[in-house]
T-cell receptor, first 110, second 113 residues
Framework: EAQVTQNPRYLITVTGKKLTVTCSQN?????MSWYRQDPGLGLRQIYY???????DKGDVPEGYKVSRKEKRNFPLILESPSPNQTSLYFC?????????FGQGTRLTVV | DQQVKQNSPSLSVQEGRISILNCDYT??????FLWYKKYPAEGPTFLIS?????DKNEDGRFTVFLNKSAKHLSLHIVPSQPGDSAVYFC????????????FGPGTRLSVLP
């Protein structure tokens, strides 16, 4: 089954404690991206990747890092999380047209 | 500056009637447009798309219309059903920008029984 898998689904952490949200896709897609969804702001792109070792900033990259060492994985790293990064995060992958999304990770930073 | 706009944050429609969700864009380089549907606690799922060379695409109860001169697209749902209640995101792709997608802020549709 074609899917994008994110882990964890829910995470509560404290300010400053480094965390990683994993994302994996099984469709051999070249493109992958991270979005955050906040009320009234829709899906804002954090980072995206066009292929292995090729990443670029989206609209809201501050406070985030990503890496794309393998085609299937695209982890999102928060080196020093802050409360304003409390949000719902989605990973997506695509080849040409339709993007497939993961189930989401709800992150709370206290 | 938002390149994809959905000016109605919410919309309520009676079951059986038509739902019309609107989307405006500013970048004339967008070549492909999509609509996604999102239920609570789930990721967005693809609904329907349209290429910039077409002005209409239909799939069952869902039809997307594209007016390139007005930089406007709309999603029509006929007839609306309570299961259509969700947040709908409009998205656009610029093939000259690494096939990246830009999403609108979403419209929450409520279909009332």
């Amino acid at each position: 089954e074609a899917q994008v898998t994110q882990n964890p689904r829910y995470l509560i952490t404290v300010t400053g404690k480094k965390l990683t949200v994993t994302c994996s896709q099984n469709m051999n897609h070249e493109y992958m991206s991270w979005y955050r969804q906040d009320p009234g702001l829709g899906l804002r792109q954090i980072y995206y990747s066009m292929n292995v070792e090729v990443t670029d900033k989206g609209d809201v990259p501050e406070g985030y890092k990503v890496s794309r060492k393998e085609k299937r994985n695209f982890p999102l790293i928060l080196e020093s999380p802050s409360p304003n990064q409390t949000s719902l995060y989605f990973c997506a992958s695509w080849m040409n047209t339709e993007a497939f999304f993961g189930q989401g990770t709800r992150l709370t930073v206290v | 500056d938002q390149q994809v706009k959905q000016n109605s944050p919410s919309l309520s429609v009676q079951e059986g009637r038509i739902s019309i969700l609107n989307c405006d864009y500013t970048n004339s380089m967008f070549d492909y447009f999509l609509w996604y549907k999102k239920y609570p606690a789930e990721g967005p799922t693809f609904l329907i798309s349209i290429s910039s060379i077409k002005d209409k695409n239909e799939d069952g109860r869902f039809t997307v219309f594209l007016n390139k001169s007005a930089k406007h697209l709309s999603l029509h749902i006929v007839p609306s059903q309570p299961g259509d209640s969700a947040v709908y995101f409009c998205a656009a792709r610029n093939d000259n920008y690494g096939q990246n997608f830009v999403f609108g802020p979403g419209t929450r549709l409520s279909v009332l029984p």
